[in-house]
């Protein structure tokens, strides 16, 4: 597996507390994303980043923010969790120009996060 | 929007056989298409890239297809077997960046 982690992997919380998810990678690859997964909907991305405190919105980034202040390190942050932000969220990494077939844009997942907002 | 189909039924076949999964997709011309597998409580896993220039690609017992024309590609496992038991994602870059839009997935069964 790729060195990606995910902490924590299980949390549940209160609606209106804030979270923050860690995503930390030692493979050095300069994307990174977050995707929440739900039945019916699949995964949809919510931020991205392409570098160090370079960061952007994805398709369904309302309610979220996120920081990368190193490399290796994504934050997802709940600033005030609601009961529709109950999800497995899903980092991933990438790095355009790795060498191989097929491996320009793969995206490598860590294990997800099961959040649960009562 | 941009908008990737793929069967939401559970496609069940028996080991030995050829595996036959869909993925459709309208108003995007990508310059390419990818299949990840899903193991329950785990994150995806990359299996094959196709680019739009490539008609079909394979890797062991994997084939994938890609028609641009009809916007679909059809992923195959051939000589299936219980451990190909998953569920398969399909996956396209619709703006760029290598920002991917995911299919909502097949749950494939394989049994004995």
């Known amino acids: 597996d790729a060195g990606i982690t995910q902490s924590p992997r299980h949390k549940v919380t209160e609606t209106g507390t804030p979270v923050t998810l860690r995503c930390h990678q030692t493979?050095?690859?300069?994307?990174m994303y977050w995707y929440r997964q739900d039945p019916g909907h699949g995964l949809r991305l919510i931020h991205y980043?392409?570098?160090?405190?370079?960061?952007d919105k994805g398709e369904v980034s309302d309610g979220y923010s996120v920081s990368r202040s190193k490399t290796e390190d994504f934050l997802l942050t709940l600033e005030s969790a609601t009961s529709s932000q109950t999800s497995v969220y899903f980092c991933?990494?990438?790095?355009?120009?790795?060498?191989?077939?097929?491996?320009?844009?793969?995206?490598?997942f860590g294990p997800g996060t099961r959040l649960t907002v009562l | 929007s941009q908008k990737i189909e793929q069967n939401s039924e559970a496609l069940n076949i028996q080991e030995g056989k050829t595996a036959t999964l869909t993925c459709n997709y309208t108003?995007?011309?990508?310059?390419?298409l990818q299949w990840y597998r899903q193991d329950p409580g785990r994150g995806p896993v990359f299996l094959l890239l196709?680019?739009?220039?490539?008609k079909e690609k394979r890797k062991e017992r994997l084939k994938v297809t890609f028609d641009t024309t009809l916007k679909q590609s059809l992923f195959h496992i051939t000589a299936s077997q219980p451990a190909d038991s998953a569920t398969y994602l399909c996956?396209?870059?619709?703006?760029?960046?290598?920002?991917?839009?995911f299919g909502t997935g097949t749950q494939l069964k394989v049994e004995l």
């Open positions: 991933a990494i990438s790095d355009p120009g790795l060498a191989g077939e097929g491996s320009y844009n793969e995206q490598f």
């Open positions: 108003n995007y011309s990508p310059a390419y």
């Open positions: 493979e050095n690859h300069r994307y």
């Open positions: 996956a396209l870059d619709v703006s760029g960046g290598n920002k991917l839009t």
């Open positions: 196709i680019r739009e220039n490539e």
């Open positions: 980043s392409y570098g160090v405190k370079d960061t």
